[in-house]
């Protein structure tokens, strides 16, 4: 999740379809493999799947079933890569458990460390954990190093080390027969999101290769995502993280998101209160429907400050909007290469957010639950 301007993871499975969302169901006693559990979340059947990134520390997919009547088809984790041996006991938990849940794992590494961090070694153990997670049942899709083009992540804005650490890293998750890669960066509102600690400097390379249109310097106008890009052939999806921060930077008013903003983002024409950025690339052409690989919005939740709870819209309003744009009706219709959404279903410090206390979630909040049933109509026919 981005700290700096332009941006920044529900029970029985659920899909939209072109008309409704709907609910699918599989059968308890014939869960499909691993790589046929991945295989059916990329599948283009006119349905797309949701998931949620839930708050570990105090929630599971079973304690987030019970409290919500709602069962993911994906659960995100995120995790400092490389990680310590008590760590790697509790992702072997959570791989078990989403595995009982007859759900997939996002496995989100984060080489807090530096990209050098990742190393041959490293990667071994790590095919070596994701074959042992299939054997038992546990799909696995990995997202490493995400929003990489941002400037607030120490693996940030270096395009070329980034791209030949991801390849290495695609290469081991693909040893495994049940795990796929994800490349995930942030979109582009706001690139190339100066003032992070991590943004790359005139005159070092990395600067050099993120200008891109050769003007001496790196602005909006410069591509935010091809010069991340390991290629067609290291990637088996792609991802966005995609946001309601609210309208301008400093983030943190509590404010309705304009109508079309989530479309507009996904496809580089939002020209709004936060700016015009429709010099941006159509990230769903370029990236799914070009090479023809599964898109997923990476994370996506829209900001409610409750350190400014006086000031601006309420959370219900908030949220009921942005639900609407999220879960429209039309989305697969008009995103036919979309195949997942993860809720970021959280409550967090932001540090750079006015008042710091923020919620994201849907489902602490009993009376946001209710809402979001009105809100998709169909759903709650189903739920009922």
Do not use: C
Request: charged share 20%; hydrophobic share 40%.
């Amino acid at each position: 999740m981005s700290r700096l301007p332009g941006g920044l993871g529900l029970l029985a499975a659920v899909a939209v379809t072109a008309g409704a969302l709907a609910v699918l169901t599989s059968p308890a006693l014939s869960r499909p493999r691993p790589a046929e559990r991945l295989a059916a979340l990329a599948r283009d059947d006119g349905q797309v799947r949701f998931g949620v990134h839930p708050q570990w520390s105090q929630d599971d997919p079973d304690r987030y079933t019970a409290r919500t009547a709602m069962r993911p088809y994906v659960y995100g984790e995120f995790v400092r890569f490389p990680y310590s041996s008590a760590v790697a006991a509790q992702l072997d938990r959570k791989a078990e458990q989403s595995a009982a849940a007859d759900s997939t794992l996002l496995l989100t590494l984060e080489p807090h460390d530096g990209l050098s961090a990742v190393t041959d070694d490293i990667l071994r153990d790590l095919t070596v954990t994701l074959r042992r997670w299939n054997e038992a049942g546990t799909a696995v899709l990995v997202r490493f190093a995400h929003e990489m083009n941002g400037s607030w992540y120490s693996w940030g804005q270096q395009p070329l080390q980034y791209v030949d650490t991801f390849r290495r890293v695609a290469q081991a998750v693909r040893a495994a027969p049940g795990s796929q890669i994800l490349w995930s960066p942030n979109e582009g509102g706001g690139y190339p999101f100066e003032g992070g600690w991590f943004e790359a400097q005139p005159g070092t390379a990395a600067h050099a290769m993120l200008d891109t249109d050769a003007d001496g310097s790196v602005t909006q106008s410069d591509d935010p995502y091809r010069p991340y890009y390991p290629g067609d052939e290291h990637v088996d999806w792609v991802g966005q993280s995609l946001y309601h921060f609210g309208d301008s930077y400093p983030w943190g008013e509590n404010a309705v998101p304009e109508p079309g903003k989530f479309a507009a983002k996904l496809t580089g024409t939002y020209d709004g209160l936060a700016g015009d950025e429709s010099a941006l690339p159509d990230f769903h052409r370029e990236y799914a429907l070009r090479p023809g690989k599964p898109l997923a919005i990476s994370e996506t939740s829209a900001l409610y400050n409750q350190g400014q709870a006086e000031v601006g819209s309420s959370n219900q309003q908030i949220k009921t909007a942005w639900l609407a744009q999220v879960f429209a009706d039309d989305l697969p219709a008009r995103f036919p290469g979309l195949r997942l959404i993860m809720w970021f279903e959280q409550d967090k410090l932001e540090p750079d957010v006015p008042g710091g206390a923020t919620s994201w979630s849907l489902s602490r909040d009993p009376s946001l639950i209710q809402m979001f049933r009105r809100a998709v109509p169909s759903w709650l026919d189903e739920r009922s």
